[in-house]
């Protein structure tokens, strides 16, 4: 069974950086594409970033405005989500996904889609 757990969510000053982890098992990680969504108190789940398996292509929400950067070590069986000049808005549970697929990252841009999730990492970004 896949299991996904994230760390790395905090407290931040506006225009601050923060490093997101997702520690994957339970699969042969580099046959799944990866995912990160944020969920806001009162707002939907939205998804942030994906990343492929072995090719790495990646693909952001329109939101991102190219401040956060998804990546994947396939030795470590981690992602990560780099997030730079974090804004007060950005401030949401932050969750890891995975779903097995070898289509471009562009198609994984939807919660449904996705059928591990972990837990979630709080991430307040104060202004």
């Known amino acids: 069974q896949v299991q996904l757990v994230e760390s790395g969510g905090g407290l931040v000053q506006a225009g601050g950086s923060l490093r997101l982890s997702c520690a994957f098992s339970?699969?042969?990680?580099?046959?799944?594409?990866m995912g990160w969504f944020r969920q806001a108190p009162g707002k939907e789940r939205e998804f942030v970033a994906a990343?492929?398996?072995?090719?790495?292509?990646?693909y952001y929400a329109n939101f991102v405005e190219g401040r956060f950067t998804i990546s994947r070590d396939n030795a470590k069986n981690t992602v990560y989500l780099q997030m730079n000049r974090l804004k007060p808005e950005d401030t949401a549970v932050y969750y890891c996904?995975?779903?097995?697929?070898?289509?471009?990252?562009?198609?994984?841009?939807?919660?449904?889609?996705?059928?591990?999730w972990g837990q979630g990492t709080q991430v307040t970004v104060s202004s």
């Open positions: 996904a995975a779903v097995t697929g070898f289509r471009s990252a562009s198609y994984y841009d939807t919660s449904a889609q996705y059928r591990y």
């Open positions: 990343i492929t398996g072995i090719a790495r292509s990646t």
């Open positions: 339970g699969g042969t990680f580099s046959s799944y594409v």
